[in-house]
C-alpha cells in the first residue's frame, strides 16, 4: 500500500467521522479521536513496516516505479500549464458562512511562482532543519543503507563486471561523486551538483564541461551519466548497514547544503468528488462525500466540526496557535497526488538505476514522521463555480474528474503533542500560508483560480 493511498484511508475516515458528529455533543468528539488516532497509527505501521524489496548487489529498483506528482499525470489527474482561462466568479465562503462574490483577481495571486511538488525529500529535510532530533545518526543511517544499496548496484551495472563466466567492460560513462567534489571542487558540488539531487528540474549545463561529453550527439550514442552521493571506494564490497554508521557524516554534511537550498513554495494536487453542471446556477456544482445537503466542500479534510451555536469541536488537542488557524488532514477526502518525486531529465543515456532519482526515495528509510495535518491560515472551502454553458460543455464531454492544485508557502513543522520518542510514530503538524487553487479539468484546462482574497481568514 502506498503512502498516499495510506493518507487518503486516514482522510476518508476522519471525513466521515467528523460530518456525522451531533451538535453540541461532546462525547463523539472522544470516538472520533480514537478513529482517527488508531488509522494513523495503523497506516504508518503498514507503511513504516511494508517498505517492499530493497535493492542489493544482485537487485535493482524497477524503473518503472517513477510515478509522481509533477508528471504528467494520468486521465483524470492533469493539471494544465496551457490554458489558464479561469472562471468570472467562485462561490466562496463570507463571513455569515454564505457565499463570498466572484474572485476579483482569479488567476495571479502573488506568491505562488517556482513551486515544487510537497514531496518526501522536502518533509523529512524541513523536519530534520525545525526538530533537530531527526537530524540524529539512527536517521541519517537509515536513509544511507539504503542509498549505499542503491549506488553499490549501479556501480555494478556500469562495469566492468563479469557474467556467465564472460568479461564485459564499462559503459562509457561519466560519474560524479559529492563526497569528493564537496572538498575537491564545493562550487559544483554545493551548486549544481546539489540541485541534481534536491530538485526535479535542475540544470544539467555543467555536463557541457565534462570531458567525453557531446551535447549534439544522438541520445543512444551518449554515455550513462550518474551523480553518487558516496566515493565509489567507500562502499564497494561493503555491507550497507555497517557502511551507512560510518558514512553518516557524510549524510549529515550533505543535508546541510540541502537544507540551507530548501525552497519554500510547494504544491499538491487533490481529487474533487463528484460534480455536475447546474444549468439554474449557471455553473459545476460538487457532490459533498459527507454531507449531501451541503452545497459547500472543502479542498481538503478539516479537522474540526461546528456545532449549532457556532462552536468549533475538535478532533484532538491541537496547539493553540494551529487552532487558531485551520487544521486540515493532510491530503483530500478522495485521492492526492503527492510524495512521489517527478522523474527528472537526465540528458545522459538512460539505464535501469540512476542515484540521483533514488536519493530521493530513500529518505523513506530514515524513519522521520510525516505531517499529517497542515495548519492554514484560509478555510478551503468552496461552492458553486460560475461557468457559461460552451465552456461546461466541452469540459462535460472531456469527462473525467476535476483536481485542484494547492499552492502553499510552507513555513514550518513542529510536534502536534510533545515527546520523548523520535521516529515515525510521532505525529508532527505544517504551518502554512495559502497562495493559490487551480481547479482543472481532465484534459488539463484550469477551470477556476482562487488567491488568499477569495477565502476566509481561517478563524
Not at 550533505?254 to 487533490?270: D, G, R
Request: hydrophobic share 35%; glycine share 8%; proline share 8%.
Amino acid at each position: 500500500m502506498t503512502k498516499r493511498r495510506l493518507i487518503c484511508m486516514i482522510c476518508l475516515l476522519a471525513a466521515a467521522a467528523f460530518w456525522s458528529i451531533p451538535s453540541g455533543s461532546q462525547s463523539p468528539l472522544d470516538k472520533l479521536k480514537k478513529t482517527v488516532d488508531k488509522a494513523k497509527q495503523k497506516a504508518t505501521e503498514i507503511s513504516h513496516g511494508s517498505k517492499g524489496p530493497q535493492p542489493t548487489s544482485n537487485t535493482q529498483p524497477a524503473p518503472g516505479e517513477q510515478s509522481a506528482a509533477g508528471q504528467p499525470p494520468a486521465p483524470g489527474q492533469q493539471q494544465g500549464q496551457g490554458n489558464t482561462a479561469t472562471a468570472s466568479g467562485g462561490g466562496t465562503p463570507g463571513a455569515s458562512g454564505e457565499a463570498a462574490t466572484a474572485p476579483a483577481h482569479a488567476g495571479s495571486p502573488t506568491g505562488s511562482g517556482g513551486s515544487l511538488p510537497f514531496t518526501t525529500p522536502m518533509v523529512v529535510l524541513m523536519t530534520m532543519r525545525d526538530i533537530p532530533q531527526y537530524f540524529e545518526e539512527s536517521h541519517l543511517a537509515g536513509f544511507a543503507t539504503q542509498q549505499i544499496s542503491i549506488e553499490k548496484t549501479e556501480w555494478q551495472n556500469l562495469g566492468p563486471h563479469s557474467r556467465d563466466g564472460r568479461n564485459y567492460p564499462p559503459q562509457p560513462q561519466i560519474t560524479y561523486e559529492w563526497a569528493k567534489l564537496v572538498d575537491q571542487n564545493p562550487k559544483l558540488a554545493n551548486g549544481a551538483l546539489m540541485d541534481v539531487f534536491l530538485r526535479s528540474d535542475p540544470d544539467w549545463s555543467f555536463l557541457d564541461n565534462a570531458p567525453g561529453w557531446d551535447p549534439n550527439a544522438n541520445q543512444s550514442a551518449k554515455p550513462v551519466v550518474a551523480v553518487f552521493l558516496f566515493a565509489k571506494e567507500s562502499i564497494e564490497g561493503r555491507q550497507p548497514e555497517f557502511a551507512a554508521h560510518e558514512l553518516a557524516p557524510v549524510v549529515k554534511r550533505q543535508f546541510e547544503v540541502a537544507i540551507k537550498k530548501l525552497p519554500t513554495h510547494f504544491s499538491f494536487t487533490v481529487m474533487m468528488p463528484t460534480w455536475k453542471y447546474d444549468f439554474a446556477a449557471k455553473g459545476i456544482r460538487f457532490q459533498n462525500p459527507t454531507n449531501p445537503n451541503s452545497e459547500k466542500i472543502d479542498l481538503l479534510v478539516p479537522m474540526w466540526a461546528v456545532n449549532k451555536a457556532g462552536v468549533r469541536q475538535w478532533s484532538g488537542q491541537y496547539p493553540a496557535k494551529a487552532q487558531a488557524m485551520g487544521v486540515y488532514a493532510m491530503g483530500g477526502a478522495y485521492e492526492v497526488v503527492m510524495h512521489e518525486p517527478p522523474e527528472q531529465v537526465n540528458r545522459g543515456l538512460k539505464t535501469g538505476l540512476a542515484p540521483e532519482f533514488y536519493w530521493k526515495r530513500s529518505f523513506s528509510a530514515a524513519n522521520v514522521a510525516e505531517p499529517g495535518l497542515m495548519a492554514f491560515d484560509r478555510r478551503l472551502q468552496i461552492s458553486t463555480i460560475p461557468l457559461d454553458t460552451a465552456r461546461a460543455e466541452r469540459i462535460t464531454k472531456v469527462g473525467g474528474v476535476l483536481t485542484a492544485r494547492i499552492y502553499f508557502t510552507a513555513e514550518r513543522i513542529e510536534l502536534e503533542h510533545p515527546t520523548t520518542v523520535y521516529d515515525h510514530t510521532v505525529h508532527t503538524l505544517l504551518y502554512a500560508k495559502f497562495e493559490k487553487a487551480e481547479i482543472s479539468a481532465r484534459n488539463g484546462e484550469i477551470i477556476a483560480t482562487y488567491g488568499p482574497q477569495d477565502f476566509h481568514a481561517a478563524f
